[in-house]
């Protein structure tokens, strides 16, 4: 029997992984995903940007300390691919005086950020009078809130790095394995068959795979997307729902490479940009 089973070999499941093994090393912990290898659902589709701008103070603290961290790797020699292009944030006029309170309280806990009425940027401020933009519900920008302290990295060498730390404390794998639904077992059992029934208390004890079932004192879900319907499976709703993107990865000619090659906040690049409405350019420095 393992200690811990973490379902999903993601960067979140890889980096939880190791740090159970890291906390507890006698404890036996395994890794589970459907694919052949670390990495290669939601983290290989990701953006890979990092910043420290959140509506959310949990979430500001949470990226602030984490940034930091993964600053001193990159420092130590580990090559994560961080490039600090910095993060910029179109704001609307409907969200002007919350992220401005945003940028105020980023600036108590030491991060640093701009307020920019007008950039150097080729960006059009306001575009309500351009008929494009009105049929996709653009509205016009306010202003800009810049932080410099944020930017891209590679989310492979991010899984990479966390994956051999992880083997390396003799943390164990299985990889081509599909978790199809949790083990389930009341936490005071009868010993009547057919439980647990639906009033019992129950724990998860274990996870069914297509290579078999497993049994664990403890299961991690680290399984974005999937999560809800492994949940569901289970009894538990939870309130999410994966939504549809598309990402478009372009060569930058003309205007855009005019655009991506404008640096601001003293880089060469221009910084991620965030535009209302969901959208965002991301800089890939380096790429023809």
Do not use: C
């Amino acid at each position: 029997m393992y200690d811990y089973v973490v379902v999903g070999a993601g960067a979140v499941g890889v980096a939880t992984a190791y740090h159970l093994k890291r906390l507890s090393p006698s404890s036996r912990v395994l890794l589970v995903d459907q694919y052949h290898g670390p990495g290669m659902g939601d983290t290989a589709k990701s953006a890979a940007a990092f910043r420290t701008i959140f509506t959310s103070w949990i979430n500001r603290t949470l990226a602030k300390t984490s940034v930091e961290f993964y600053r001193d790797v990159q420092k130590s020699g580990v090559d994560l691919g961080m490039r600090w292009v910095g993060y910029l944030f179109l704001i609307p006029e409907e969200a002007r005086e919350l992220m401005l309170g945003v940028a105020r309280e980023l600036r108590e806990i030491g991060v640093e950020v701009d307020v920019l009425e007008r950039h150097a940027l080729p960006l059009r401020y306001k575009v309500s009078e351009d008929e494009e933009a009105r049929e996709m519900g653009l509205p016009d920008v306010s202003l800009s809130l810049l932080v410099r302290e944020a930017g891209i990295m590679d989310p492979e060498k991010l899984v990479r790095y966390y994956y051999e730390l992880y083997t390396k404390e003799g943390g164990e794998v299985l990889f081509n394995a599909k978790v199809e639904s949790i083990t389930l077992s009341p936490k005071k059992p009868l010993e009547i068959p057919g439980e647990p029934f639906p009033w019992q208390d129950v724990r998860a004890t274990g996870v069914e795979t297509t290579a078999g079932a497993i049994e664990a004192r403890s299961v991690v879900l680290a399984t974005g997307a999937w999560t809800q319907g492994i949940a569901d499976a289970m009894g538990f709703g939870l309130p999410l729902k994966p939504r549809k993107r598309q990402i478009f990865v372009v060569k930058a000619e003309g205007d855009l490479r005019d655009l991506l090659e404008t640096g601001v906040a003293d880089r060469d690049y221009a910084p991620f940009i965030a535009l209302p409405k969901g959208i965002y350019l991301r800089p890939e420095p380096g790429e023809g």
